[in-house]
């Protein structure tokens, strides 16, 4: 079994930047995959950021936003550049082990002036 736990959410200004981290624990060992999807206020879940072999983003956070990993902590982490209003969502932490998928509980980004 695998938890998921973000942190590092809260209300920024457009423009500006923030940096989410989700923790993986459990008994878990080598991670797959693992990545971020959000949730804008009345839309569905969509994909942000993933990281397993290779990284790939969605076209409206690339050159904006960056994923990262730290394998020995089996953490995650998406450096969010250049904040607009539109990435207003829950952030969900997203990883594959052993072929299930996990979700953290999300945290909250608020882009308002």
């Known amino acids: 079994q695998v938890q998921l736990v973000e942190s590092g959410g809260g209300l920024v200004q457009p423009g500006g930047s923030l940096r989410l981290s989700c923790a993986a624990s459990?008994?878990?060992?080598?991670?797959?995959?693992m990545g971020w999807y959000r949730q804008p206020p009345g839309k569905q879940r969509e994909l942000v950021a993933i990281?397993?072999?290779?990284?790939a983003y969605a076209d409206y956070v690339k050159g904006r936003f960056t994923i990262s990993r730290d394998n020995a902590k089996n953490t995650v982490f998406l450096q969010m550049n250049s904040l607009k209003p539109e990435d207003t969502a829950i952030y969900y932490c997203?990883?594959?082990?052993?072929?299930?998928?996990?979700w953290g509980q999300g945290t909250q980004v608020t882009v308002s002036s």
């Open positions: 997203y990883a594959i082990y052993l072929r299930t998928n996990y």
């Open positions: 990281s397993g072999g290779s990284t």
């Open positions: 459990g008994s878990v060992f080598d991670i797959s995959v």
